[in-house]
């Protein structure tokens, strides 16, 4: 099995071309603009209260809603959500993901990618919404499932352009690591099937919620991801290779790092194969090592400690047969204290530990389950 995929639907390409010919578009009461590409048809339209916008690519394949309106100041960005899927999407609408999410101009709010079936055509419709006091935003992307590998960099050229007036640009936010750990932000982990036959599409939509997937587990046919809710490195691509043996992994992992420019960001087993994590991004590897040791996890720490010496982060582990295996990659000018495994019988106990361990700037990099034992790797920096 080989997934690689340049991120899709809302991660992708921020500088690719609106035509040149692009023309703002404003509402000066909510401090709205969002730039459309002049050869882009146009309607505006009122719905009990709400403001609408509707734009339509040339072809009709592709559209972008955004819809404004007041709602009451104590309701959440929740409320707007449980809202818009039972009054506005239509009966039989799937949703594939729900997650919190800050565009790249800094507007936070919630992101939500949705399937939905239209006069026989299937459609991938992302949604951020958007709470602001009383105002309410809401922009939808849409494209048929079909064409969503081709086109929905259009998409996200266009909804990068989206701004409300009091939000921070992102691109002024630092994402540095070690600032990262004094964010607000938290993990969350997203579950898939390896036979579904839109796993890369539903891959795409997520890795493209502007998070970074840090921990990869492998497990009965499952793929289970843990993500930490904030583009770390600006990402623009992943990939998920598997190998079988030593030549292999030596030849796979480093010709990802020299020659594709891609990060290893975690590790997991089937017992057969071992399964490699990547991210493209603004990352600086320097160099990768895979540490073999018995299950003991003293042995462990023995074993790997020559590498942290040299500034070489641990990045993953797995258990492949009867040995773990922890993937390391050598950063540049990242520092970290120290780290350890830490192993959870409850979901929730671990979700709310993560948080806490955030706090204490111990960042979870690293995701292993075996036996209802949940296993996260922290890396205190």
Avoid: C
């Avoid at 509402?27 to 048809?41: A, C, E, K, L, Q």
């Amino acid at each position: 099995m080989k997934i690689i995929k340049s991120i899709s639907l809302f991660v992708l390409m921020t500088l690719f071309s609106l035509s040149i010919n692009a023309e703002e578009q404003r509402n000066y009461t909510f401090g709205t603009r969002i730039d459309i590409p002049s050869n882009w048809s146009k309607k505006t339209s009122e719905n009990q209260g709400d403001k609408i916008y509707d734009y339509y690519s040339p072809d009709q394949n592709l559209s972008i809603q955004m819809r404004l309106f007041v709602m009451d100041e104590v309701l959440s960005v929740d409320d707007v959500v449980a809202s818009y899927e039972k009054n506005i999407l239509p009966a039989g609408t799937q949703r594939e993901s729900l997650v919190d999410h800050t565009s790249v101009n800094g507007i936070s709010g919630k992101q939500g990618i949705y399937i939905v079936k239209h006069n026989n055509y299937e459609l991938a419709v992302a949604i951020f919404y958007v709470k602001k006091v009383e105002k309410v935003y809401i922009l939808s992307a849409i494209v048929p499932t079909n064409l969503l590998q081709e086109r929905s960099s259009e998409l996200k050229a266009i909804t990068n352009t989206f701004v409300i007036d009091g939000y921070q640009n992102k691109a002024s936010q630092t994402s540095e690591l070690g600032n990262y750990v004094q964010s607000s932000g938290n993990a969350f982990f997203k579950n898939y099937s390896l036979n579904d036959a839109y796993l890369s599409s539903k891959l795409d939509q997520d890795m493209g919620a502007g998070v970074t997937p840090v921990g990869i587990n492998i497990s009965n046919g499952g793929l289970q991801i843990m993500y930490l809710n904030q583009d770390l490195f600006k990402i623009s691509a992943y990939a998920i290779d598997w190998y079988t043996d030593a030549e292999t992994i030596k030849a796979g992992v480093t010709n990802k790092m020299q020659n594709e420019g891609y990060f290893p960001m975690g590790i997991s087993s089937d017992d057969s194969k071992l399964y490699f994590l990547y991210v493209k991004g603004e990352t600086n590897s320097l160099a990768w090592q895979l540490v073999e040791s018995p299950q003991d996890l003293q042995q462990v720490a023995k074993n790997i400690d020559p590498y942290l010496k040299d500034n070489y982060l641990p990045v993953g582990i797995t258990l492949h047969g009867d040995y773990y295996y922890v993937l390391l990659v050598q950063v540049e000018d990242v520092v970290f204290k120290n780290w350890n495994l830490q192993g959870y019988q409850d979901i929730n106990v671990m979700n709310q530990d993560i948080k806490e361990k955030i706090k204490l700037q111990k960042m979870p990099f690293g995701y292993l389950e075996r036996g209802g034992i949940m296993n996260v790797l922290y890396v205190g920096l």
